[in-house]
């Protein structure tokens, strides 16, 4: 079984300043952690997926996100926030053999000027 | 290349009708997965093809609930005698492959099909 909790629906944060979206994940399986972005309207876009390789993992618009098998964690994070990156967020596991995928129930980062 | 393309973009009908959600993967890619995404749910995982192997129906929540994949390539889903809870975007996702050797292949999702039963 494999689980996944974001532990914030809603983050404010003023541009130009750190972005923290935690999530925690439940998995009998070494798992495959993903960060999903949805902008309104649109589709969803992969920022970045750890796969077992290195435990901090680099993805798109600066983002990043660390792996912590102690913590169970896969926190995202960006130094500096920009406008265009409001939107939805979503962490998301799978593993054990299990194609789909699984996801949490989101965070909405807000941007503000 | 092109992306994952979904058709209808937005759909409204009365409950009780059918419906037909279409999904033009990404060509090349071997599997394929349809999700749906509420308010109440969140996202969640509805079905998934990989190649001529049998489908994981494991998330479809009712028998009114079918998909089918033609060709190895587009896919339809359908909903028999709609409900309202039935609401939701519906989305699609394509990989290039199963992932053999357990690794993760990334999903590209498609932009959904908005679906509002009345």
């Known amino acids: 079984a494999q689980s996944v909790t974001q532990l914030d629906s809603h983050v404010s944060v003023s541009e130009g300043t750190p972005v923290l979206l935690r999530c925690n994940y439940s998995?009998?399986?070494?798992?495959?952690l993903f960060w999903y972005v949805q902008h309104p309207n649109k589709g969803l876009q992969l920022l970045l997926k750890y796969t077992s390789a290195a435990t901090l993992v680099k993805g798109i618009n600066g983002f990043e996100a660390e792996f912590k098998k102690s913590e169970t964690s896969f926190h995202l994070t960006k130094p500096s926030a920009h406008m265009s990156d409001a939107a939805e967020y979503f962490c998301v596991v799978t593993g054990g053999g299990r194609r789909a995928l699984t996801f949490g129930s989101g965070t909405r980062l807000q941007v503000q000027p | 290349g092109a992306g994952v393309s979904q058709s209808p973009s937005n759909k409204v009908t009365e409950k009780g009708k059918d419906v037909e959600l279409r999904c033009d993967p990404i060509s090349g890619h071997t599997a394929l997965y349809w999700y749906r995404q509420s308010l109440g749910q969140g996202l969640e995982f509805l079905i998934y093809?990989?190649?001529?192997?049998?489908?994981?129906k494991s998330g479809l929540p009712s028998d009114r609930f079918s998909a089918e994949r033609t060709g190895g390539s587009v896919s339809t889903l359908t909903i028999q005698r709609t409900q309202q809870e039935d609401s939701a975007v519906y989305l699609c996702?394509?990989?290039?492959?199963?992932?053999?050797?357990?690794?993760?292949?990334?999903?590209?999702f498609g932009p959904g099909t908005r679906l509002l039963v009345l």
């Open positions: 996702a394509s990989s290039p492959s199963s992932g053999r050797g357990g690794r993760q292949e990334t999903q590209y």
């Open positions: 998995s009998s399986y070494s798992p495959s």
């Open positions: 093809f990989q190649g001529n192997s049998a489908p994981d």
